[in-house]
């Protein structure tokens, strides 16, 4: 486990424990942390990092309740999550005698169009011309941003597009599977499959045995919103929307966690439509994730603060997608003119 780095960014308004979770489910998910492979004790992890036991023991519950590792008395804790396949390495090389014979029929080609008159001024317009062509027909890299909902899913990539400089499709995970059977060679034009940890499995079942990478990425709340929400008045009335119990269950946990357990919250899920409405027109301050927003839209006054709570990608994550776009650009040799856009 060379490889890994521990770190967690002491100053964000996000749990440590949670910090520690994503980091470790984001190696597993990468294959830097492999199937089977032995995590740090748990005091060990601490002082490595300088924080109390207690914030790791309690990441190391949270992973291995979503079953990505197996916590062993006495024997320690494991991985379970098998890397996903890379990009296969390349097998077929032409050989010095078939760029020879290649070298002897250009040649041949272009010493018949001296002799049909044209000069070579013309003929170095022409081959540019093809190779223009050829290079406006390759494929172009992109990445897949996979949600279970359409509102975040463009979302995040618009947010990856403006930070890696590269085509990034959104698509809903019930359409992934699909969406792969579409692309002909996945192993040269994606360069990974991006997704949350909440989808993390079901990616990682639908990609299966293609060469694609997966990635997962963790979206939170900016700095500047929870800023904004501490200078709130302790009396704000807040309430917080989302699609499912269990986002409501951690954000509930984390706001009070941030903001005073005292805080006034109300939650509701969208599809509780009374309860929906009835806590919008109470609140003075609304917390909703995207999915939420898209649905609440029409039922907030104008006048009513809104906050996105995933409107901001964690820099972590993002600088470990981003290095390894670069080097899988890097290996591939017509993607090479990428590469300048990714660095920074």
């Known amino acids: 486990m060379e490889m890994v780095k521990w770190y967690l960014d002491k100053k964000s308004q996000i749990p440590l424990y949670l910090q520690l979770k994503d980091l470790i489910k984001y190696y597993i998910s990468t294959g830097i942390i492999k199937n089977g492979e032995r995590l740090p004790g748990v005091i060990q992890l601490a002082q490595e990092l300088k924080i109390n036991f207690e914030t790791v023991r309690k990441a190391y519950k949270e992973l291995e309740k979503e079953g990505l590792i197996s916590v062993n008395r006495g024997r320690g804790s ?9 990009l296969p390495k390349k097998t077929e090389e032409m050989s010095l005698e078939n760029e ?25 317009s022409l081959i540019r011309k093809i190779f223009r062509e050829i290079d406006e027909a ?10 279970c909902n359409l509102p975040q899913a463009k979302q995040v990539a618009s947010l990856l597009e403006d930070q890696l400089k590269i085509r990034v499709k959104p698509v809903l995970v019930s359409e992934l599977k699909s969406e792969l059977n579409k692309i002909p060679h996945p192993e040269i034009t994606l360069l990974a499959v991006v997704t949350t940890g909440f989808h993390l499995n079901e990616v990682r079942k639908i990609v299966a045995d293609l060469p694609v990478d997966i990635h997962v990425l963790i979206n939170q709340m900016s700095p500047e919103s929870w800023q904004k929400l501490a200078s709130l008045d302790k009396k704000t009335r ?23 357990e005292n805080i006034l919250l109300s939650t509701s899920l ?7 409405k009835e806590i919008i027109n109470s609140a003075d301050v609304i917390l909703a994730t995207p999915a939420a927003l898209a ?16 409107n901001r990608i964690d820099p972590l994550t993002l600088k470990m997608l981003q290095t390894s776009i670069s080097h899988k650009i890097g290996q591939a040799p017509f993607l090479s003119k990428y590469q300048s856009n990714l660095s920074s």
């Open 78 to 86: 494991f991985a379970l999550l098998p890397h996903g396949s890379s």
């Open 100 to 124: 020879d014979n290649l070298e002897a029929a250009l040649k041949k080609i272009i010493n018949r169009w001296l002799q049909q008159g044209k000069n070579l001024k013309e003929i170095k």
């Open 138 to 147: 390759a494929p172009k890299p992109f990445i897949i941003f996979t949600e």
């Open 238 to 260: 807040l309430a917080f929307i989302c699609k499912d119990p269990e986002t409501i269950t951690l954000y509930e946990d984390l706001l009070r966690a941030e903001l005073g």
């Open 270 to 276: 969208i599809k509780e439509e009374d309860k929906l």
């Open 295 to 310: 649905v609440i839209s029409e039922l907030v006054p104008p006048e009513k603060p809104v906050f996105n709570v995933f």
